[in-house]
């Protein structure tokens, strides 16, 4: 077992000058860009008592607003209220942000501080959503760089052939009803994406 840091670098070749100086602590022209390329992100935030999360969100290409070189705007688009990204953030105040854009091998990787806004100014610009955010999450950008394409290659995540037909698992309904012991008929997957159509 691993313990401790200088054993664990021991175990790896030096990172790269190139792996190094990518990192920068702004978004330049093309993180900018990705940003508003990106239909879909996954948001990692910790809490008290080592309580982690990491949450994905979606929307239309651009649904993040890159506000300035050090700020991002990410709109908490309604679900199931379980508030966990929400309360790490007043806990903690720090998130890590992987942006991906379909057919993109790279990703963005973005650290940073993070507040809640609920003041008019923050919702205005979000105003013209079908369903305007409740608050939006403030990003201060501390970390910003471009992350290899290795991962997705490997995983071949784009690839059509690596697509599964939906019926390799159960519906959602059918799940959630195993594991919540539930006795209620299980919803079927067309009975959820109907729901949530609505609720987008």
């Not at 991002?72 to 209220?81: K, V, Y």
């Not at 799940?175 to 009975?191: I, N, R, Y």
Request: charged share 30%; hydrophobic share 40%; glycine share 8%.
């Amino acid at each position: 077992m691993i313990s401790d840091i200088e054993d664990l670098r021991r175990r790896y070749p030096a990172p790269t000058a190139r792996a190094l100086s990518k990192q920068l602590r702004h978004l330049d022209p093309h993180c900018r860009r990705f940003v508003e390329l990106s239909p879909f992100l996954v948001i990692a935030s910790g809490g008290g008592a080592q309580h982690l999360d990491a949450s994905p969100r979606g929307g239309e290409p651009g649904f993040v607003k890159v506000r300035d070189e050090h700020t991002l705007l990410i709109p908490d688009a309604h679900g199931n209220n379980r508030l966990d990204t929400l309360n790490n953030v007043v806990a903690t105040a720090s998130v890590g942000l992987l942006f991906l854009v379909p057919g993109v091998d790279e990703t963005l990787r973005i650290n940073g501080t993070a507040r809640l806004r609920d003041e008019d100014e923050f919702l205005r610009i979000f105003g013209t959503d079908a369903r305007p955010p409740r608050l939006v999450i403030e990003v201060s950008v501390l970390e910003a760089f471009l992350h290899c394409g290795k991962s997705m290659m490997r995983s071949k995540l784009w690839s059509r052939e690596a697509r599964l037909d939906r019926s390799v698992l159960p519906s959602l309904g059918e799940m959630l009803k195993d594991q919540t012991g539930s006795t209620a008929p299980a919803e079927t997957q067309q009975e959820m994406v109907a729901r949530y159509e609505k609720d987008l």
